[in-house]
């Protein structure tokens, strides 16, 4: 008999990635940057593969201190993985169980769509409310967990950590995960992020570099591939700004 893929993973649209530049150096599509690395990462990375031969820390703690200092953070509240995307996929299968109830605006982030059905989750969509999230409508939803995307993509819209605050006090959802991937755009950093909120132990903020309550961090050191982020990156890392 052939092996035969779960029936979520069947009906799964493969990811399309944005068209290439047709020269490196006008390429903006997905967001990346025609400037190349800094001076200082890449001799920073050019260092760091005399260690390459060894596995890397698999807690990444001098990257995890780091970013915790730069971002007032407790670093045991810090994990880092191989992109938000990779998050996603860690909290989906650490938190969703079959069948339950998954909130994102409409139209999501693509990931906040496909991951939760991946595992087999049910993702009730709220239509956004002049281009930015229905925060009251999405509390209403009955889910168990929710997705906010703060700056949305694809809008660009904003929605205040106030707002972000009485969502978690109103709604049903056990975990909020606001991915802060595009926060770097916004202006008044502070009063939009809902880092501070994460304290708190039921939100999850996902950045480039991630964020979450030490609870959840536990739960996701546990499940993640534990050498999953080599030591290039965590070099390139510790030398960047977050
Ligand atoms: C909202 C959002 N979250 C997460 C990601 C993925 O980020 P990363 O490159 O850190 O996996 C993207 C990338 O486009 C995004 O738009």
């Known amino acids: 008999m052939r092996p035969t893929p779960r029936s979520a993973v069947e009906s799964l649209d493969p ?3 944005g068209r290439a530049a047709e020269d ?5 599509a997905s967001n990346e940057s025609w ?7 890449r001799s920073t990375i050019i260092r760091a593969i005399d260690k390459i031969h060894r596995y890397p820390d698999p807690l ?67 239509a956004l409310r002049n281009w930015v999230h229905d925060l009251p409508a999405m509390a209403e939803a009955q889910a168990d967990i929710a997705f906010i995307c703060n700056p949305h993509n ?14 978690i006090d109103q709604s049903s959802s056990t975990l909020t995960i606001v991915d802060e991937a ?14 501070p909120l994460a304290r708190e132990g039921r939100l ?12 959840v961090v536990e739960v ?13 990156a965590q070099a390139a890392g510790r030398n960047s700004r977050t």
């Open 60 to 126: 990444a703690t001098e990257l995890r201190q780091r970013i915790g200092r730069e971002l007032d953070v407790d670093p045991e509240q810090i994990v880092v993985a191989n992109g938000s995307d990779e998050l996603i996929y860690l909290l989906c299968l650490a938190y969703l169980r079959p069948g339950r109830r998954v909130v994102v605006a409409d139209p999501p982030y693509r990931l906040h769509d496909v991951v939760p059905n991946l595992f087999d989750g049910d993702v009730v969509k709220v």
């Open 204 to 215: 999850v903020v996902l950045r480039t570099f991630s964020n979450a309550s030490a609870e």
């Open 154 to 167: 694809p809008t660009g819209t904003v929605v205040p950590a106030e707002a972000v605050k009485a969502f």
């Open 24 to 28: 490196d150096d006008h390429g903006l």
């Open 220 to 232: 996701l050191r546990r499940v993640r591939p534990p050498f999953s982020v080599n030591s290039l």
């Open 35 to 41: 400037l190349g690395p800094s001076v200082s990462v």
């Open 15 to 17: 990811y399309v990635p």
């Open 182 to 195: 595009y926060i770097d755009f916004v202006e008044n950093v502070d009063r939009q992020s809902a880092l």
